[in-house]
């Protein structure tokens, strides 16, 4: 006879740590007692669920994305399939899955300036850029992002010239967006792992800029040695 396992007893060997403690939200502590029962009534796999957290966590991010933006900027041809359906040409690259199925890419120009938020909760496009960050999901982004997008991005450190047009993409669960940003000046003649380099997760929402070409030696790490 086989002792049966309480269900929260499955391998620790998974770097989030269960502090059993009273400072878990209230949002935790129901995730925490569905999964509780879904493992003890066999509808989930304890170590299936590690596994996609883990994926999520440490291999899908905004690396994935940074690699759509930068074959864009290199590959004409490669942009125009990324504008007219983002979902299968990120795909090319290898990245699908859930939250992506209706993935919609957004130009930035020189006259428009894309900024992506979900109103409703917090919609985001998992297959190229990862888990939302917090900032994303709080309630002051996703109310301010529509009612003032200016002074959010002034927030974020991003002056735009006041003839910009700001748009805004309310994400939804049908559809998900990506910010296409602008290649930075100076990079005439750069790979795309380098120009990679450059995009950043912000960047990709719509809430920051491309790192400048002049910020960032291509390729080498980062032994400037600034402060010695
Ligand atoms: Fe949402």
């Known amino acids: 006879m086989t002792t049966p396992k309480h269900p929260h007893d499955h ?9 059993h403690g009273s400072e878990l939200s209230e949002a935790a502590i129901r995730v925490r ?27 899908i991010g905004p690396r994935c994305g940074a690699q759509v ?13 990324l504008l007219a359906d983002g979902t299968a040409a990120v795909a090319e690259l290898s990245f699908s899955g859930r ?14 300036h894309n900024m992506v938020v979900c109103t409703l909760c917090s919609c985001y496009p998992w297959p190229v850029l990862g888990l939302p960050p917090v900032w994303y999901k709080s309630a002051p982004y996703r109310s301010r992002a529509v009612l ?14 006041p003839d910009k047009t700001v748009r805004v993409w309310d994400s939804t669960a049908e559809i998900r967006y990506l910010v296409l940003p602008q290649r930075p000046a ?9 120009l990679a380099e450059l995009v950043t997760r ?12 002049q910020s960032h030696t291509p390729g080498a790490a980062g032994t400037d040695g600034a402060g010695a």
């Open 69 to 81: 933006v930068a074959r864009a900027w290199v590959d004409a041809d490669y942009k125009a399939r």
């Open 99 to 112: 939250q992506g199925e209706h993935l919609k890419v957004v130009e930035n120009t020189d006259g428009v």
């Open 202 to 213: 912000d960047s990709m929402i719509g809430t920051g800029l491309p790192m400048a070409a």
């Open 33 to 59: 007692a569905l999964e509780t029962v879904l493992l003890a009534k066999g509808y989930v796999n304890a170590d299936a669920l590690d596994l996609i957290v883990e994926t999520y966590e440490t291999k």
């Open 11 to 19: 391998d620790h060997d998974h770097d989030h740590d269960h502090d």
């Open 148 to 161: 003032e997008p200016r002074a959010v991005l002034t927030d974020f450190g991003v002056t735009l010239p």
């Open 186 to 194: 100076g990079t005439v003649g750069w790979s795309e792992a380098q």
